[in-house]
């Protein structure tokens, strides 16, 4: 079936370093994959996404990289910040009926050290 | 923030009770999606609603159903609670019911069922 996941429950680094959370996906159709950031007590927070016939993509302190061959996710977070502290899922769009939805990994957990 | 409303934030009901959750979609988003977000978890989708029809659903009991009304407004409606039930419901809302990969996330409303 379809499934999003992630390698790692808990990253923690220190401030200014660079952040590297993977995922693992396994429904190859998926148009685009999508990063979420999720603080205590609120809803997920878009990050980035990437379409399928890409492999990298970049934002602002962030870089998301697409594997097809390996079907594997990564978001990196440059100068990591004690804001980015939060939990992070990655997720991919499919469809049921005509409904386009999100498949979420578990989420990890990025702690940011001062 | 994403101009996505949700209500009640906390909800605190008995097993076997009946829940009615809230939507206000982001001015202009006429889909409106629902997710659970069990504690410790990627949110699941539940069923998204389109021109005030349900066009998709996933692997939710039909006790879960709901409504969305001419302003886009969307209600999530749970009969018969089991503790199971007990979670963070999300609404997200989108310009149309193909872009998943645009959708935005309301605060959630966190449901305890004792």
């Known amino acids: 079936g379809e499934s999003v996941g992630l390698h790692l429950p808990t990253l923690s680094v220190q401030e200014g370093d660079n952040s590297i959370i993977n995922c693992a996906y396994s429904n190859s159709a998926s148009d685009y994959f999508i990063w979420y950031k999720q603080e205590s007590g609120k809803g997920p927070q878009f990050i980035i996404d990437?379409?399928?016939?890409?492999d990298k993509r970049q934002g602002q302190r962030v870089t998301v990289l697409l594997n097809k061959t390996v079907k594997h996710l990564s978001l990196q977070i440059a100068a990591t910040q004690p804001g980015d502290s939060a939990v992070y899922f990655c997720?991919?769009?499919?469809?049921?009926?005509?409904?386009?939805?999100?498949?979420f990994g578990t989420g990890t957990r990025l702690q940011v050290t001062l | 923030e994403t101009g996505v409303t949700q209500s009640p934030t906390h909800l605190i009901k008995t097993r076997g009770q009946q829940v009615t959750l809230r939507c206000s979609s982001q001015?202009?988003?006429?889909?409106v999606s629902w997710y659970q977000q069990a504690l410790g978890q990627g949110p699941q989708f539940i069923f998204q609603?389109?021109?005030?029809?349900?066009?998709g659903r996933g692997n939710f009991p039909p006790r879960f159903s709901g409504l969305q009304f001419p302003n886009y407004s969307s209600e999530l409606n749970v009969n018969a609670l089991e503790l199971d039930d007990s979670a963070l419901y999300l609404c997200?809302?989108?310009?149309?019911?193909?872009?998943?990969?645009?959708?935005?996330f309301g605060p959630g409303t966190r449901l305890t069922v004792l």
């Open positions: 997720a991919e769009t499919g469809f049921t009926g005509t409904a386009s939805k999100l498949t």
């Open positions: 609603y389109y021109r005030e029809e349900e066009n």
């Open positions: 990437i379409r399928s016939n890409m």
């Open positions: 997200a809302s989108s310009q149309t019911s193909g872009r998943s990969h645009e959708q935005f």
């Open positions: 001015s202009g988003h006429n889909t």
